[in-house]
């Protein structure tokens, strides 16, 4: 072999280790997830029921929801830390609305102002005036965090809340969930968005890399305002969802969204095209985490077991990623 | 006494950055290195100083065969390299930095602040007696030229003989870069042999005793530098083995006819560069051609992007125009292909059919919806056009050739409906291309203005501009000099305006 031709085949090799290092990696996460869901079947009886993985599916959707607006974030490298808590804001804003007399399409119509607006501040803050999106959400979400306790005193706010916005929460249609079907559709609308749209073409480009989109003439600015957007929009539906879940708007309900649903779409990142957030990924991302709080709730294990589990899963999910792929969130 | 490289090979995948070159450095005095980019400069003091190693080949220090097999190996065998960027940790003070890495310490780790200082001064006042720089201030708050002497002393803190300085005074406003000559030039006679790697002909000129010229990986030449005129280095940068440019200007093309004025700007100061006149017809070719660091790049990508407009006026198609910003001029039919394309153009996680679509997706959809049929259908259009070669529009723009990326830096502004662009800018539209691909890059340029475009090739590359262009405006120094027309095309002319000199 010539020390011209070294380098080639060494380059080669190289990148058909890659390809191969892909590949399992696209399967790797929905094979893990499958042997969770086997295991979890076979040992814990309870765990392979209907009416369990119906349960499974109504613990998921508030969080998938999350996750699908946080996948725009991801894809136009923008991190929203506040989601958590616009998933609190908008959980008291539409009971308090409800109570007060407001009709229920005005109350959803209102926590999709909520959500605009926290999102419309988030990215003015990033684009207009230039803070990093991980920091300026970390202190939007202490300021929502504050708004939070202090419009409800810290209480829960209940009673009164009519039936129809319990039965987003709590009904059924045709023996599913109406949080399946709310779930499907949030899921659907983002996949579509970003699968097959321009503007999430777009959104994708800016991510990807903003010196070529903007060359190209794309607005970066406006596609990076408009992922952020899109999060806060999610986390405020998913938030009054989780209201009607609950039959009361709770101040610190949503705090948990944020941690689960980074892990969603980091568990997303490791399939479909690995190193990218995608709905799709997101998806079955939720449904791991899904199945994971379910199982060890059923086998008794206590909540913060269940945190350590996630933490670890998670340094799992972004090791893989960001061993294997150039992984680029900040 | 020196230290010698010989037949050195740096290959890397796909490209040889240095073809069997031969080198000597002696530490007595100051040696000049130049070439564009891509001559393989940096590479070359790079394995010089031990922070790469090369493919084949060997190193001799005064005589003795050796390796470098680190940064600081290299330094431990007497070579330092100050690098281009800065390697000056800002908020600590100059002292401190003079010293990183090998502070005087009273034991338990803790700094003895008081040597410190003391040494520090020691090392200023042994190399540099003429300067005085406050020691215990910040480095960020020190001016440039003496960030640059703090960088050298701290190089020069052990038993160095040989001192290699990337673009020292790139950064430096022009007071100040002479007492950083002076300081240059004193070295040599205290056993301290520099190796000067600069843009600055000029200054390579008046500072070197010998000047090694590369290009394209190999070692044209090396000589004294009093033998040498800048218009010969220039011409020894830029020539290509044995290709007149006087035939290439009979090239039976006949000057192509020009239509309405597309842009004309006036008393334009952009970033360092300051354009008088520059105005474009339709169907015109204009090559804008300097050494690197001339102003010409930056100069192209404002009129398409506006960034670092200062001032000037602009008419673009009979409008006046305040500045220019890449979505506006993209809507009045401006397409850009900047250079860098990995960083400027495309994605490299994403696809061939992603990369093609990226400036209007409108093509690949119906009713706002992305169609994967029709983007397809778009993309292998695009690339049977500009003869991309790759496995089907779905493999990974990042996994081509250059060529290949580069055609489809282009050919994503002509993807989908084949737009009529009234003004195409190119940035080195044959940067790091095959010699077939820079043919047909060419062909492609020369069509797009035969069907009416106004075409701005910026371009480093002598050959190609005097390939493609009608008429040539060469930059010196941040400034436009009169533009040659076709008929006035020659080498000694390039050469000569390249260099600056009046002719």
Redesign the interface.
Known sequence: MT??AR??V??QEA?SRKSRDQWLLKYSTLLALFLLFAGFALTVDRFLTASNLLNIVQQISMLTIVGAGLTFGFAAREMDLSVGYTVGLSGILVPLMLISGVPLPLALLGAVAAGFAVGAINSMLVTLVGIPSLIATLATGSILYGINFMSTGGRAIYGGLPDSFLFLGQGQILGIPVLAYAMLLFVLVAWFLM????FG??IY?VG??L?????????GRFYRSAALVVCSLFAAMAGALLAARLGSGQPNAGERYLLDGLATVFIGMTMI?P??ATVTGTFFGALFIGVINNGLNLVGMDTYVQSIVKGLIILVAVAIVSRT??LKLL | MTVRLSDIVMQYPGTRALDHVDVDFLFSEVHGLIGENGAGKTTLVSILGGSKQPTSGTIAIAGVETALASAGDALAKGIAHVSQEGSLVPGLTAAQNILLGDEPRLGLGIIDTRALKRRATELLARWFPQVSIDLDAAVATLPVADQKVIEIVRALRGEIRLLILDEPTATLPAREKENLWRIIRSLPPRGVGVVLVSHFLSEVKALSDRITVLRDGRHVTTLPADEVSEAQLVDFMLQRAGKPTTAIAEDAESARATGETVMDIADWHVGGVRVERFAIRAGEIVGLIGLTGAGHFGFARSLYTGEGFLSGRTVFAGQPLARPDARGMKARGVAFIPDHRMENSLIGEWSVRENLAMVHPQAGARAGVLSMGLEEKAARTAMALFNVKAHSPEQRIQDLSGGNKQKVSIGKWLYGAPERYRLMIFVEPTEGVDIGAKREIHRHIRRLAAEGAAIIVASSDLMEVADIADRVVPFVQGQAAPALSRAEFSESRFIAAMAGDPQ
Do not use: C, D, F, W
């Open positions: 020390a011209q380098p080639l060494e380059a990148s699968e097959r749209t321009i073409r777009y480009a990807g890399n010196k070529a989109a903007e060359l190209s003439g794309v607005n095209r190193g990218t792929t150039k």
